[in-house]
C-alpha cells in the first residue's frame, strides 16, 4: 500500500507549509528579541507537533530551549474523548520564562486548555500558543480529520510531507460541514 493511498485530497502542500513556518518564526523572532529577558522555551506537544516544532526552532533567529509535554485525549480515533490528562510533564524549568506553546492544531481548545495553567502554575513569565492549523468550526460542528506533517490517524500518516485529508470510509464522517482547517496565528495569552 503506498503512503498516500488513504488521502482524498492535499490541503497544505509542502512548500506552502515550509512558507507559513518561516513566516511564524520571524514572527516569534522579533516578539520575542530582549535583551533582558531569559531565551524563551518552546514546548512541543507530543507527538503531533514533533514535525512542525523541528520545522519552526531552525528558522527561530533566536537562542531558545525545547521540552516536550504529552497530553492524552484522542486515543486512535478521530473524536476526542473530553478530558485531556497530562502523562509527560515537563522537563525544564520554565519559572519566569516565556514559554511558546507549539501545537499542530487546535481542535476543541480542551488540550491547550489544560496546558496553559499547567505552564502558568510552573511560573512561566507568559505563555503564548503557536499552532499550526486551527478548526475554529469543530468548537461548534464537527469538521474533517487531517492528518500528515506529523499528525496522525491511529498513529500512522505522520511522516507524510504534507497536510491531507483521510478519505472518509476510512474513518467515521463527523459531519457533513465543509469548513476547513485554517492556518492559525500565534495567540499571546
Ligand atoms: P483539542 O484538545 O484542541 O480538541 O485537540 C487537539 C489535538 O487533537 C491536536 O493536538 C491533535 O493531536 C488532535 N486533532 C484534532 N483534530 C485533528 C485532525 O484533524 N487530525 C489529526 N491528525 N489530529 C487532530
Ligand atoms: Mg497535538
Ligand atoms: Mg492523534
Known amino acids: 500500500m503506498s503512503l498516500d493511498s488513504h488521502i482524498e485530497s492535499v490541503l497544505w502542500t509542502h512548500d506552502q507549509i515550509s512558507d507559513r513556518v518561516a513566516q511564524l518564526a520571524a514572527q516569534i523572532s522579533t516578539d520575542f528579541d530582549s535583551d533582558s529577558a531569559p531565551p524563551p522555551v518552546v514546548v512541543g506537544v507530543a507527538t503531533g507537533a514533533f514535525l512542525f516544532l523541528a520545522d519552526l526552532v531552525r528558522k527561530i533567529q533566536l537562542p531558545v530551549s525545547v521540552d516536550f509535554v504529552r497530553v492524552e485525549s484522542y486515543g486512535s480515533g478521530t473524536e476526542s474523548n473530553g478530558a485531556p490528562v497530562i502523562s509527560l510533564n515537563l522537563k525544564l524549568d520554565v519559572k519566569d520564562k516565556h514559554v511558546i506553546l507549539v501545537e499542530d492544531i487546535v481542535d476543541t481548545g480542551s488540550t491547550v486548555s489544560c496546558l496553559i495553567p499547567y505552564l502558568e502554575s510552573k511560573g512561566a513569565s507568559s505563555v503564548s500558543v503557536c499552532t499550526f492549523l486551527d478548526k475554529p468550526s469543530r468548537r ?40 476547513r482547517a485554517t492556518p492559525f496565528e500565534k495567540n499571546r495569552h
Open 140 to 179: 461548534k460542528c464537527p469538521d474533517y480529520f487531517v492528518v500528515g506533517y506529523g499528525m496522525d490517524f491511529a498513529e500512522l500518516y505522520r511522516n507524510l510531507p504534507y497536510i491531507g485529508v483521510l478519505k472518509p470510509e476510512y474513518y467515521k464522517p463527523l459531519s457533513t460541514t465543509t469548513n
